[in-house]
């Protein structure tokens, strides 16, 4: 066996890295492996400092030759202290890593840096996603670079203005008849018919979860020790199972003995997971999602053992999964804005919303450290923030101004 593989996290058997993502024997989510030995070999030549970019991490990612390597130097992003909210909340350790100034504007260039790269590893004609979001642009932007067809499917219901990131980029935009379902199912056939790599930021992507797993390096480095708590904004989870998978890593290496507690921060309009946590039970996918928070909004109807594996993480790390009104949520998303100087878009701002609950139930101390990752930038979706019956003022002469 080579020393790093794909594993099945069901059913625990190995195979060789290729383009498909689902176990070959019963459908299972598959992971990256990576031997023991290899990676601790790895773990020393990360030492030092002075690294740019996600790739200066690329030990620990999936073996690629460079001039596949499709990047435009995502990740690296800030860990900002904190300046007013921590102090008004009592809490000496509050940060924030700062993922808005990834290359498109979220986190998710990082797992498509990655699936890129490796599509073209393999020789796959094409990529292909399903998202009217933050993955879509991703997409558009790393296969234009990478000069690979890309093809990003959306619900026909899709507003233009929703993909005209990813339009600017060079990505094609097609939209499918029905809800988000149908277009999940034609990125899932074009990849099974036409060889194309699905980079859809789901459990399908083993690689995503490794670009997402760089975070938990970078914020051990650039912390110099395992936080107390990082407070992540959950769709599925991947971003939160790639986060435990590299504290887990790092215990593995020998660097750290403790994880960080991992707290999954979800709309009170859609909170599968969160839910699932508080009541300590399977995953129920969500008929109805209704939140501002429209990137975290996923009701994982139909794949609901998705959002159980990422139940299992939080648990792993005796963390917690919490749920925030659509206000709460706007007030912190201004809150970070005003106070702070970091805009993000309202995802991301559930956060601080979960960090203001966890203060005011006494799970937070003064003295923890904690890390919001802050997901996507607040331009995504700036139209969220306006206040509702806003009038603008309109004066023909400033003496109307009393
Ligand atoms: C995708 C996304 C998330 C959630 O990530 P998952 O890995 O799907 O759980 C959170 N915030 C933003 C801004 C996103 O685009
Ligand atoms: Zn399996």
């Known amino acids: 066996m080579e020393q790093v593989y794909f594993i099945c996290h069901t059913c625990g058997e190995s195979f060789p890295m290729g383009k498909e993502s689902l176990c070959p024997k019963c459908g299972s989510i598959l992971t990256v492996a990576y031997e023991r030995e290899y990676l601790r070999e790895a773990g020393r030549a990360l030492k030092g400092e002075g690294k740019e970019s996600m790739w ?17 130097q995502e990740g690296c992003t800030k860990i900002k202290k904190s300046r007013v909210l921590g102090e ?43 998202s009217s979001g933050n993955g879509g642009a991703s997409t558009g932007a790393y296969g234009t670079k990478g000069e690979i067809d890309t093809i990003i499917f ?57 670009g997402y797993k760089i975070i938990g390096y970078e914020i051990f480095d650039q912390m110099g020790e395992v936080p107390d708590y990082i407070v992540i904004p959950v769709g599925a989870g991947p971003v939160l199972y790639g986060i435990y998978k590299s504290f887990a890593e790092l215990m593995d290496m020998g660097y750290t003995e403790k994880l960080p507690r991992l707290v999954c921060v979800q709309a009170k309009g859609c909170a599968p997971i969160s839910e699932a946590w508080q009541e300590n039970r399977k995953v129920i996918g969500c008929k109805n999602p209704r939140s501002v928070a429209s990137a975290i909004s996923d009701p994982l109807l139909g794949y609901e053992q998705d959002g159980d594996i990422t139940v299992e993480a939080i648990r792993k790390t005796c963390g917690y999964g919490l749920t925030a009104e659509d ?35 006494g799970i937070l ?13 607040g331009l995504k979706d700036s139209s969220a923030y306006i206040p509702e019956g806003l009038e603008i003022p309109v004066i023909n002469t400033i003496e109307e101004l009393s």
Do not use: W
């Open 154 to 210: 959306v619900p026909e219901t899709t507003p233009v203005g929703k993909v005209a990131q990813a339009i600017a980029y060079g990505g094609k935009v097609i939209k499918v008849r029905g809800n988000f379902s149908c277009s999940y199912r034609a990125a899932v056939q074009m990849a099974q018919q036409k060889g194309y790599m699905n980079v859809t930021t789901t459990f399908l992507s083993p690689f995503g979860l490794e």
């Open 327 to 361: 206000s709460e949520i706007l007030e912190a998303g201004r809150a970070l804005a005003q106070k702070e100087g970091i805009f993000v878009e309202p995802s991301s701002a559930a956060t601080m919303a979960a960090v203001r609950q966890m203060k005011e139930q």
């Open 365 to 377: 101390k003064p003295g923890d450290t904690c890390v919001c990752l802050l997901t996507g930038h």
């Open 88 to 130: 008004e909340l009592g809490l000496d350790g509050l940060f924030f890593k700062d993922e808005t100034t990834n290359p498109t504007g979220s986190f998710k260039d990082r797992s498509v840096s990655v699936c890129v790269s490796m599509a073209k590893e393999f020789g796959c004609p094409g990529i292909v996603v399903s």
């Open 56 to 72: 200066d991490y690329q030990r620990v990612l999936p073996p690629v030759k460079r001039e596949n390597i499709v990047t435009f």
